[in-house]
């Protein structure tokens, strides 16, 4: 069993910042790409940013320059630094992870989802 952790989120004001972190916890081999999406109400659940073993990120346009996510692959252990915070980005960020749990056993996996407010 594979159990990712969110912690972090909170209500900010707007150009303010917040650092979340998920800890992917279980029976791991190995942990492949990690990342983060988010969901803002009535709308489609949506890419934030993900990041490779090797570090290499990827990121949606509209946090480009503003968000930068991270990792240690010791602790499987993903984070997401948000600064210049908008209300827009207003919405619940859920960790997503794609583990090797065994060496032949290869899995999605989410957080429970963390709420993060950006107030105006």
């Known amino acids: 069993q594979v159990q990712l952790r969110e912690s972090g989120g909170g209500l900010v004001q707007a150009g303010g910042s917040l650092t979340l972190s998920c800890a992917a916890s279980?029976?791991?081999?190995?942990?492949?790409?990690m990342g983060w999406y988010r969901q803002a109400p009535g709308k489609q659940r949506e890419l934030v940013a993900t990041?490779?073993?090797?570090?290499?990120?990827n990121y949606a346009d509209s946090v480009k320059g503003r968000f930068t996510t991270s990792r240690d692959n010791v602790k499987n252990t993903v984070y997401l630094q948000m600064n210049s915070l908008k209300p827009e980005d207003t919405a619940v960020y859920y960790c997503?992870?794609?583990?090797?749990?065994?060496?032949?056993?290869?899995?999605?996996?989410w957080g429970q989802g963390t709420q993060v407010t950006v107030s105006s």
């Open positions: 990041i490779t073993r090797g570090a290499n990120t």
């Open positions: 279980g029976t791991i081999f190995r942990s492949n790409v």
């Open positions: 997503y992870a794609d583990i090797h749990s065994r060496m032949d056993r290869r899995g999605d996996y």
